[in-house]
């Protein structure tokens, strides 16, 4: 589990399909009501509290978006409570949530070099293609053709090069500068051999 805080009131928490593998769960699981993935939310709100210092308490928005084979990103967004305004806490959370899918693997990376080392990785396996965009300073591979009998193995090793992006490819091909809109792989290796 890694846990970023974004704004003041807003925290994105990475899950592996690991992660909820050693908890018991899947992410079927969301959709029941389900005691186990009520537990793992309220470690998940314990943690993020004590790691960055937030006390979350009363109303919080959750949306969650499910990755294909990498696992899933919850985004945390707690209420802000006024300084004036006395808060009842009686130990429950109300939570909105939201759940997403993606079937195209999208990743950012903050260095070229691990780019590098990622297509020399996929290649090896023979995973090719791939858009690779630039964007708010990051590096943004979306590999949108990957067969779905190689999707979990390339996501696996996406994971160790990089982080998996919750941007909607969409928004990416509108705001993001295109780096290479094809091809990504297969070029970065002719060059960087």
């Known amino acids: ?3 970023e805080r974004l704004t003041a009131n ?6 592996t399909s690991d992660d909820l593998f050693e908890r018991g769960l899947s992410k079927e699981d969301i959709w029941k009501d389900s005691s186990k993935w009520n537990q793992l939310f309220h470690d998940m709100l314990e943690e993020a509290s004590e790691e960055f210092d937030v006390d979350i308490q009363g109303s919080v928005a959750v949306e969650i978006f499910s990755l294909q084979a990498q696992g899933m990103i919850l985004i945390i967004t707690v209420d802000e ?3 004036d305004e006395e808060l009842l806490y009686d130990g ?6 939201r759940v997403e899918g993606c079937e195209d693997l999208l ?9 590098i ?21 990051r590096y943004y591979l979306l590999m949108d053709n990957v067969e779905a009998g ?3 193995q390339a996501a696996c090793i996406l994971s160790e090069f990089g ?18 809109k094809h091809f990504a792989l297969e070029t970065i290796l002719h060059f960087f051999k």
């Open 1 to 3: 589990m890694r846990l």
């Open 10 to 15: 807003k925290i994105k928490i990475f899950l």
């Open 81 to 83: 409570v006024k300084d």
């Open 92 to 97: 429950y959370i109300e939570m909105q949530v």
């Open 107 to 115: 990743y950012e990376f903050s260095e070229f070099e691990d780019l």
């Open 117 to 137: 080392g990622l297509a020399k990785r996929l290649s090896i396996i023979e995973i090719y293609g791939g858009s690779l965009f630039w964007m708010h300073n």
């Open 150 to 152: 190689k999707k979990e």
């Open 163 to 180: 982080i998996p992006s919750i941007l909607s490819p969409y928004v990416l091909a509108e705001y993001g500068k295109p780096v290479m």
